[in-house]
């Protein structure tokens, strides 16, 4: 079992940056590619971001790509979205994922571990 808790969601301003968080229960972190989906109220959940286990290659929605960077420090348990150039169409609950593999996969069913989501919210 792995356990994730995401921090970091808030409110912005079209422009502006936010940090997402998300730290893992499990010592054994550095085996799993991680990910980071959004849902927008009345829409699927989408891939934003992922990383590979090692943290060498990183995948990036069309959408968030130049904008969006995600991250992962495999000694503190802990991926990152560092998110820049916030427009309201990024508004959405932001969930991290994790799945027992080595690259990421950009379909949600792939993923084993959820965790419970932020909110992020940005006014134009």
């Known amino acids: 079992q792995v356990q994730l808790v995401e921090s970091g969601g808030g409110f912005m301003q079209a422009g502006g940056s936010l940090r997402l968080s998300c730290a893992a229960s499990r010592r054994t972190f550095s085996r799993y590619a991680m990910a980071w989906f959004r849902q927008a109220p009345g829409k699927e959940r989408e891939f934003v971001a992922g990383?590979?286990?090692?943290?060498?290659?990183?995948y990036y929605a069309d959408s968030v790509k130049g904008r969006f960077t995600i991250s992962r420090d495999n000694a503190k348990n802990t991926v990152y979205l560092q998110m820049n150039s916030l427009k309201p169409e990024d508004t959405a609950v932001y969930y991290c994922a994790a799945a027992e593999r080595v690259v990421p996969s950009r379909a949600p069913i792939e993923y084993d571990y959820w965790g419970q989501g932020t909110q992020v919210t940005v006014s134009s």
């Open positions: 990383i590979s286990w090692s943290g060498d290659y990183t």
